[in-house]
């Protein structure tokens, strides 16, 4: 094959690698069961569980504040899973609000792979106010995120 009609091959061949490498080096998760999943007991957060509209199952972790109406949605951020967030479950209720925390699709708990769409669906509003509409006593609360 003559080098002319073989290059552009070439060229499209490593261009797919080097967006597949791309899209999977992005994302850093840690899957159960690494991580302090012994935290919830001793914080007194409840498994909760969603699935988002593409059929993967999220789960995260909810501690209600009595007191407040607030429920602040944290994102954890890239790396880890919601096991490694102890600080975050001690600080945010302290401060008052009840505090919903939730692994993205592929860390954690949750199924699926990450993916930049799916992550958008993972923390949409709709998916969250699943999850805090399933604790009864905080149906009415306002969902707020910080950052």
């Not at 957060?45 to 504040?65: K, L």
């Not at 890239?78 to 209720?93: L, Q």
């Not at 990450?114 to 992550?119: D, S, V």
Request: proline share 5%; aromatic share 14%.
């Amino acid at each position: 094959m003559p080098w002319y009609i073989a290059w552009p091959f070439v060229a499209v061949l490593i261009y797919g690698v080097l967006c597949f490498l791309a899209a999977r080096s992005v994302y850093y998760p840690t899957k159960y069961p690494a991580g302090r999943w012994d935290l919830r007991a001793q914080l007194g957060a409840t498994d909760v569980w969603a699935n988002t509209r593409d059929g993967v199952r999220i789960h995260g972790w909810f501690i209600r504040s009595a007191e407040s109406r607030l429920v602040t949605l944290f994102l954890h951020g890239n790396a880890g899973n919601i096991a490694y967030r102890e600080s975050h479950f001690r600080e945010i209720p302290a401060a008052g609000s009840s505090l919903l925390m939730i692994d993205y699709r592929g860390y954690g708990r949750s199924s699926g792979r990450p993916t930049e769409r799916g992550l958008y669906a993972d923390v949409s509003l709709p998916c969250c106010a699943r999850i805090v509409a399933s604790d009864s006593s905080a149906f009415s609360a306002t969902i707020v995120t910080p950052g």
